[in-house]
């Protein structure tokens, strides 16, 4: 994070003037320095970005329905049902019906789940989530309409891609 930090200031303090080229940069840092870091989590915990990002959710609200599980991830509900289907066959989380109304699952985390969140590389949202999570809303809001201008820019916009995790974290 440090190192993206730094790499920024330098582009910033060598481009004087801003161009959709300058810009198109720190795209490109931000998108290479997410899948850089997924691959690394990958690598060092045998799990993808997001199914640790899972993980580090029902660490911190045992019980999620997979519904809730994939807003707090935003994520389309299948392909989150999809990737607890991978953790569940995985031994990572464990499904559990409630009593009352069959049809409600509750998702925790196993004892396998819980070391490999223990000793898995941080942030375990992953760079960009967290960066983000870390802003001040005005911030934040900012950022949001500025890009929802650059997306009114695109031609055959497919605002479904918006629920779907990055190519690299699945």
Request: negative net charge; glycine residues 6%; hydrophobic residues 40%.
């Given at each position: 994070m440090v190192e993206l930090q730094q790499r920024s200031r330098t582009m910033g303090e060598k481009a004087a003037q801003v161009s959709?080229?300058?810009v198109?940069?720190?795209?490109r840092v931000l998108i290479?320095?997410?899948?850089?870091?997924?691959?690394w989590i990958e690598r060092q915990s045998g799990v993808t970005g997001a199914q640790l990002w899972a993980l580090q959710e029902l660490k911190e609200v045992p019980g999620l329905r997979v519904g809730e599980l994939a807003n707090r991830m935003a994520l389309h509900q299948s392909t989150a049902s999809n990737m607890i289907d991978r953790l569940e066959?995985?031994?990572m989380i464990r499904k559990e019906r409630t009593s009352a109304d069959q049809r409600v699952v509750r998702?925790?985390?196993?004892e396998q789940g819980e070391a490999l969140l223990a000793r898995a590389p941080s942030p375990a949202r992953g760079?960009?989530?967290?960066?983000?999570?870390?802003?001040?809303?005005?911030?934040?809001?900012?950022?949001?309409?500025?890009?929802d201008a650059?997306?009114?820019?695109?031609?055959?916009?497919?605002?479904?891609?918006?629920?779907?995790?990055l190519p690299f974290a699945e």
């Open positions: 959709p080229l300058s198109l940069q720190r795209f290479r320095t997410a899948q850089r870091h997924s691959q066959g995985a031994e998702l925790y985390l196993t760079v960009l989530p967290e960066a983000l999570r870390l802003l001040d809303q005005e911030s934040l809001r900012d950022l949001q309409d500025d890009l650059l997306l009114r820019q695109i031609k055959d916009l497919d605002a479904g891609f918006g629920m779907q995790p």
